[in-house]
């Protein structure tokens, strides 16, 4: 029988790429998990593993036995929910995970909510980009995630989670009032930090129209970026939920792009109680704050016709 503990080690070798690094994410020396990973092949009885230069990648047979184990831990997480269930009552820690405009705009009502309804959860939330969500959900450091992407950019599916749709926003372009018409590809940009999603959807959009933008300025606060457009710094990509407060000095174009807000959490999780009842409190307040996915956005509509 093969042990879950280090068919979990394995899965996490498959998304980290290094010992190292699931040693770091477990707390675990990088020779413990080296002995954990052998004895896996041994009870395996085939080659899971194989040196490549100072590392290791798996093999054929470890890929195929990192899908059935995300299927084995989907498993355990569903029959988790179901005692959680059985034991009745919600309480003890529930981890939110979100972006920046969502935690200002989309958590503070659905924790409001939680709080009120099921005081015995300890609700503690993490602000993180998108791309740090999946691993995590993976290493248990959150249990529920608010993620992002753009049709643009889509994201790519990850079998150890689990998404559903919360909305679909207009995305823009911020210019300064009286922007003299000249093509905004080629203006000076205000992008998000590199290796955030906002920072690459706006590459990608000055790549598809075959233009290099000139980043002047790197910021991740859609406040503070509005903010510097309003002063005249330059142009931005903005997506609606980004947008509250509209500075006097700043103007929005729709663009023909759409961002997607999707609530992630772990495989086989959703029926738990505490998750069942934080993506409740999280599309109610989304349905009060914006629109919910699918909802439709006038294309060259302006900013008063696409926020409710």
Do not use: K, N
Not at 53 to 62: P, Q
Not at 101 to 116: D, F, Y
Not at 259 to 280: D, K, M, Q, W
């Amino acid at each position: 029988m093969l042990d879950v503990r280090r068919l979990h080690l394995l899965r996490d070798l498959s998304h980290l790429g290094t010992i190292a690094a699931v040693a770091d994410a477990h707390a675990y020396t990088a020779s413990a998990v080296s002995q954990q990973l052998a004895a896996l092949q041994r009870e395996a009885g085939v080659r899971l593993l194989e040196r490549t230069g100072r590392g290791v990648t798996l093999t054929a047979a470890g890929a195929a036995l990192v899908e059935h184990a995300e299927a084995l831990l989907g498993v355990l997480e569903a029959a988790d929910a179901t005692l959680a269930t059985a034991r009745g009552g919600l309480a003890g820690p529930l981890r939110i995970g979100a972006f920046p405009s969502a935690v200002r705009t989309l958590l503070p009502e659905a924790l409001t909510t939680l709080g009120r309804d099921h005081p015995g959860l300890d609700l503690r939330v993490t602000e993180l980009d998108p791309v740090d969500v999946p691993a995590a959900l993976r290493d248990r450091r959150l249990d529920v995630a608010l993620v992002h992407d753009y049709d643009l950019v889509p994201a790519e599916p990850d079998p150890a989670a689990e998404w559903i749709p919360l909305l679909d926003e207009a995305v823009f372009l911020a210019v300064p009032v009286g922007f003299d018409g000249s093509d905004p590809l080629t203006a000076d940009w205000i992008v998000g930090s590199p290796g955030t999603l906002c920072h690459t959807v706006a590459l990608r959009l000055c790549r598809d129209a075959g233009l290099s933008p000139r980043v002047r300025h790197h910021a991740d606060d859609f406040t503070a970026v509005l903010a510097l457009v309003s002063a005249g710094h330059g142009v931005a990509v903005v997506p609606e939920l980004g947008v509250e407060h509209l500075p006097a000095g700043a103007e929005l174009r729709t663009l023909p792009i759409r961002r997607r807000t999707r609530i992630a959490h772990r495989r086989g999780s959703g029926t738990h109680p505490a998750i069942a009842a934080c993506v409740a409190a999280l599309r109610a307040s989304a349905a009060r704050t914006s629109r919910p996915a699918g909802a439709a956005t006038e294309p060259g509509g302006d900013h008063a016709a696409t926020r409710r």
